[in-house]
């Protein structure tokens, strides 16, 4: 049986698909009499009597939506629970849309939230995406929009981000205290900007310590477990081996770390090696993996935050877009232990 | 700004909401050059044309809706990757709600689910449910609902699970092939169908191979990394200790395992383990978790050609649920090594 719509209560009542409309959403000309009707009628054929109706109304749904490249990530299944603490709390609730790091399924994700009628959208980008005409949509629909951790600024968006070149600067920073000489970088697509700031903070601890910053030692991967592997195999065969690797995040750091072990040489001990977010597994691995802390619990109250006040916000108060800018923690375990002697 | 709703564009057109909602739903009492203006107008104010009020009349958005307790457990990341495969080859999106395994927000994920109109729902249940009454709202709506891996059968809805069962079957019975004697069993909540599957496949298994279940052996633990962890180092307690462990899942396992490296006994070559589940960190931890795999690309996959089946389906055609188990795969890796002699 086809679900009940509106024009199923208009037939059982004989009248017309706009009259039960009016009278479902409380309208004026519309007698007591007719919306008693109407709503018991819509009761008995188990209408949907949804916020969709009263939405159109007020505009309002009480829901937002969360774009995330991906749910497997743990990071982003963090920060949806940040985000999520905040929202329901206000009495909202969230809907997930993964994009797979793809744009179409980015644009698509969009398009399905606000079909949805969702009060807000919180987004962090896809890999894939190097247009954003779709996030210009929200915007222009008047449905607030905030972006986190990838974000980019041109969009004139209020953003949550951690301060990545820091994060970088201080993982490249604590391989030098550790005692490396050689460390290299595995980049990710510089088109992103938190990996490129990665970049800029790796380089810029390796001046600041008076380290040459050696091209050789800085390769570009995608930000994956096999792309970690191909790249670090590729660091492995070069005439004058890095002792220690700082990557880009932590799946790239885990591949790395998979190269490492299928080599003589065996962390730890022989090559310090320094991820980035935090990952779950990153505890668990052997050896467990020093990692950058991106605040993702922070990162995703303050988002909810920043949403729900310009969903709920003066529309006669224009506010410029704010960037919160959180500080990255080093955590230190296991594969940046001093190099041998 | 807030968002344009009918009442602004009726406001601009001089005209009634009625009238704006007729035009935009095509009404046939609306003149065609009644719906150009009302159409010009909406466009102009950005008033959010979506699928919303089409979808009053027509009872179809093309979105599905996926309740999952978690997204940080990486089983329900791959099982909605296996639901979008196949929902987007048909042209549905996909939206996600987290019930954080609990009732009253899996109570919310169906309502705003059934808000956002969406088209059929596919679930897995809390571990914290045990009223199902909210699953049956969306029957009594005619939103057709699918079960997968945590399902009920009494609520007359299809599902898909792995044959839990004989997962664990295989599992206890591979630990006494490698050698072990004293097997134990970290068990699950006994009120969700999958964890007592598994408790009854590894009491059948140890009877069929002519071991004692002894019941010092059995303990109960919360599906987590900490209950896993209080549960083992209450097994090291006993005079009779176990020489190995199956427990109920990946997570449980890892607390076990990390219990097992604070004492003196080292894995491997101490005390075998196994899990289950297949989560993502189980191939990197050290060592390598054995483990059961419930195929959940697969999973994904019948659940949503389930759901697409029932919401495309001959209205007249009344079906029986259908319930699809899925075979289980053991996964050896390196801790269930034989024990040392």
Known sequence: MPRTTIHDIAKALNTSAATVSRALNDHPSISEATKVMVRVTAKQ?????NRMASSLRSGKSMVIG??????????????IHGIEEVAKARGY????FQSNE??????????????SNVDGIIASIAKETTHYSHFLEAKRRNTPLIL???????LGVSTVVIDDYKGAYMATEHLVEQGYRRIAHIAGPSHIKIFHERLRGYVDALSANKLVVDEDLIVYGKVSIDSGRERMNQLLQLDLMPDAVFAVEDFTALGALQAIKETEFHQPGQIGLVGFANEAF??????SLTTVDQQTNIMGREAAQLLL?????????ETLPQKIVLDPKLVVRDSSRPPDQ
Chains 1, 2 share one sequence.
């Open 45 to 49: 054929l188990n209408y949907q009597q």
């Open 66 to 79: 969360v774009i995330i490249p991906s749910a497997e990530i743990s990071f982003f299944g963090s920060v």
């Open 93 to 96: 609730n969230v809907l997930l």
């Open 102 to 115: 793809r744009y179409q399924q980015e644009v698509q994700g969009i398009q399905t939230l606000l079909q």
């Open 148 to 154: 986190f951790d990838r974000a980019i600024e041109d």
């Open 282 to 287: 990153s505890a668990y691995i052997t050896p």
């Open 309 to 317: 006040n310009a969903i709920t916000g003066n529309a006669n108060t």
